[in-house]
């Protein structure tokens, strides 16, 4: 069992930054691959950014070169740092972490972020 934790989230004025937290607990040995997704209102959730535990990133298209993902492991949290925000960031973001052994999936509770014009 993997448990995720979120935080970060706010209002914030277009052009703005914020840094979303996940902190995982558990039993998060095998654990080898974290991302982010967001999901607005009325709409269906969608990838935003991941890494594995060696280090290799991706990131949606909308967001490249605005947000970053990474990691602390003396904490055992990943971190999205959010830059030059637009309205349309304006979502609940979500932690998903998975897992070898056993091949599982595993959801935070998701964060709010608002970001106004």
């Known amino acids: 069992q993997v448990q995720l934790v979120e935080s970060g989230g706010g209002l914030v004025q277009a052009g703005g930054s914020l840094r979303l937290s996940c902190v995982a607990s558990?039993?998060?040995?095998?654990?080898?691959?974290i991302s982010w997704y967001r999901q607005a209102p009325g709409k269906q959730r969608e990838f935003v950014a991941a890494?594995?535990?060696?280090?290799?990133?991706n990131y949606a298209d909308s967001v490249k070169g605005r947000f970053a993902i990474f990691r602390d492991t003396t904490k055992n949290t990943t971190y999205l740092q959010m830059n030059s925000l637009k309205p349309e960031d304006t979502a609940i973001y979500y932690c998903?972490?998975?897992?070898?052994?056993?091949?599982?999936?595993?959801w935070g509770q998701g964060t709010q972020v608002t970001v106004s014009s």
């Open positions: 998903n972490a998975r897992t070898s052994i056993p091949p599982r999936g595993y």
């Open positions: 890494m594995t535990t060696g280090g290799f990133t």
């Open positions: 558990g039993s998060i040995f095998s654990m080898n691959f």
